[in-house]
């Protein structure tokens, strides 16, 4: 019987599973555990697991596990997560971290409210627009405002990889939208090889987008990090929005600028909730 110890933790109500695997051990058990972990009636419940992993080229390498036991490339609320769970157990001192993740290096600069993180500015990287690097089907070049047809109703689509695949629909009311019913239509349509995360946008302001998601590998969540840098370009792609915004999610708002070094910087919340230790 292995008991593993570990922390939930959410980002806007994103929630995680978080465990210190730095010793390298039951990293395959994890994995494989992971469906019946984040169930939220027989598990501890949460969107996914994260993996605290040694790295050799980074401070720390973070593996996110989707509750449906998929790998993704990237998680922006996760990676909040990540870093709070590392400066607040004591594994680090620092207050930038490099992170190694299977999208890349990802850099996080936290802020310490009373010796704990309270916030985490996360430098996104440089986000893809190549169809084929989405990647989706189709002829070369990037993919801005292109009907994308799903059941009777065509969206004006933009797709965005910011290590993760994200197709971005501009909607009139994102309140009504019926995302239970669309949302896994666009995940599995069969332009996106890889299936793809599937935002839903109606502009506020131009710098303000409010936002609900249906995330790949996971459904409706209540926040998605990367889902949220996907929007803001995408509406600055298509002259909707500036580009520094909030984008307001379920879960709460994020603050997302696509700096002049073309890199998209995300700052948000990271919260602790409980600790516990679960048989796997
Ligand atoms: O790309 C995917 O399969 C996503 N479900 C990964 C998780 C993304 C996340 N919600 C985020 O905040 O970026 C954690």
Request: net charge negative.
């Amino acid at each position: 019987m292995t008991m593993i110890d570990f922390t939930k933790m959410h980002g806007l109500g994103n929630d995680f599973i978080v465990v210190n695997c730095l010793r390298g051990e039951h990293v395959a058990e994890l994995v494989e555990a992971t469906v019946r972990l984040c169930d939220r009636h027989r598990g501890i419940g949460a969107d996914g697991l994260i993996l605290v992993l040694p790295a050799s080229d980074a401070d720390f390498r973070m593996r996110i596990i989707n509750s449906d036991g998929s790998e993704p490339e990237m998680c922006g609320n996760g990676i909040r997560c990540f870093a709070k769970f590392l400066y607040d157990t004591g594994l680090t001192t620092k207050t930038t971290l490099a992170i190694a993740t299977l999208a890349g290096m990802i850099g996080a600069e936290l802020t310490v409210t009373d010796g704990k993180v309270s916030a985490v500015r996360v430098d996104m990287g440089i986000p893809r627009l190549e169809r084929i690097d989405i990647p989706m089907i189709g002829a070369t070049g990037e993919v801005v405002d292109e009907p994308l047809q799903v059941l009777g109703r065509t969206f004006a689509t933009t797709a965005v990889s910011m290590g993760n695949p994200h197709a971005v629909s501009f909607v009139e009311d994102v309140e009504r939208f019926p995302l239970e019913q669309y949302g896994p239509l666009v995940e599995n349509h069969p332009s996106f090889p890889r299936k793809t995360n599937a935002e839903f946008v109606e502009v506020i302001s131009p710098t303000h987008l409010r936002m609900r998601v249906w995330e790949r590998g996971a459904g409706i969540t209540q926040a998605c990090g990367t889902g949220a840098c996907a929007t803001l370009v995408a509406a600055v792609l298509t002259n909707r929005a500036e580009r520094t915004a909030t984008v307001e999610l379920p879960g709460g708002p994020l603050h997302i600028s696509w700096g002049t070094d073309e890199h998209v910087y995300m700052t948000g919340p990271a919260v602790a909730v409980f600790t516990g230790s679960v048989r796997i």
